[in-house]
């Protein structure tokens, strides 16, 4: 008998251009588009295997060994609804003597290498990865875009996880989502030297979900009107001009500006939402001195900074200045020192 199983992993995505806001909530379509940098390093990944079986009841899905309920309609379940169709429209139906393993329900267990203490999303990596998975099971021959408009649908940052290095998430216009999917910028061998460090601050839960925050923005804030219109569509041309030219003075501006804002239509909410603590605005202030200092002295910016729904840093920087980088941190921020692995931990300089 046939054993039709196969395993994919995905890694996780840190944006610099950030995605805040639906314009529809079910389909998860975006009111900007976004931009981000794969973090393809062995240890901060999803890992996820699928198995279909004429002898199972109903689809089931096990997360780092615990079985989760699959809602009927929700996120999970669209997946893998859409995967299965998939496979019958471009396998099943074209070559009928191809076994009909969409009509087979799927059990599915996905493990993370990296630890919830790293305070790091896991739904990007996690529906990258499952939809990844299924693709290989299936045999489909899609690309990985394709495979994108599936996984927006799991989590939206979860996209841009199907493509390793620079990755833009076009927003799109269509009502139907079939032109909101991620596109590889460039690949990661274009600029092996950018590194990024993650300094994981606090690795409490965040109070406000980034699903109900982002909505909460949508419906309150002025500010994210222009920042739709009039911020991120800029931005995104100059971001990828920067990427493509290896520009990090302009890579590190845009990053460092697209994060405050970020953090001011968090703020522009009604009521408002803080995600970043004292620790994370003191690493901002550090930062932004280095920067200052290598400026005043005839040289460029040396690293940027970027905040995502939570306290925990993240820092991109050329290759020759993360020691640099990890000894003012812990020279600034010595109280951590005892907790430093727990607490501060830093992911080394991800090799890019
Ligand atoms: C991003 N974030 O671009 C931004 C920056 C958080 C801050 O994508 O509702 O977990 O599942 O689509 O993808 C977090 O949002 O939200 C996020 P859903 P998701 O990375």
Known sequence: MTLYQATASAPVNIACIKYWGKRDTKLIL????????????DHLRSTTTSRADPSFERDRLWLNGKEEDIKAGGRTATCITEMKRLRKQEVEDK?????????????IASFNNFPTAAGLASSASGFAALVS??????????????????ARQGSGSAC??????????????????SDSYAVEVAPQAHWPDLHALICVVSDDKKGTSSTSGMQRTVETSPL?????????????????????????????RITMADSNQFHAVALDTEPPIFY?????????????????????????????YTYDAGPNAVIYAPKENIKEIIQ????????????????????GGADL
């Open 276 to 304: 970043m603590n004292d620790v994370s605005k003191s690493i901002i202030a550090l930062i932004v001195e280095y920067n200052r200092v290598s400026v005043a002295n005839g040289g460029g910016y040396k690293a940027a």
């Open 133 to 150: 998975s299924l693709a290989q099971l299936y045999h489909l021959p899609v690309s990985p875009s394709t495979l994108s408009l599936i």
């Open 95 to 107: 070559q009928p003597n191809e076994p009909k393993i969409s009509e087979y329900s799927v059990h």
């Open 328 to 347: 003012l941190i812990v020279k600034y921020f010595p109280q951590h020192e005892g907790l430093f692995k727990d607490v501060f931990g830093l992911f």
């Open 160 to 177: 841009r996880s199907l493509f390793g290095g620079f990755v833009a998430w076009e927003m799109g216009s269509a009502s139907d989502g």
């Open 30 to 41: 975006p009111t900007n588009s976004s931009l981000s940098v794969t973090l393809d390093q």
């Open 224 to 252: 994210l009107q222009h920042r739709i219109k009039e911020v991120v569509p800029k931005r995104m041309k100059d971001i990828s001009k920067a990427i493509l030219d290896k520009d990090f003075d302009s890579f590190a």
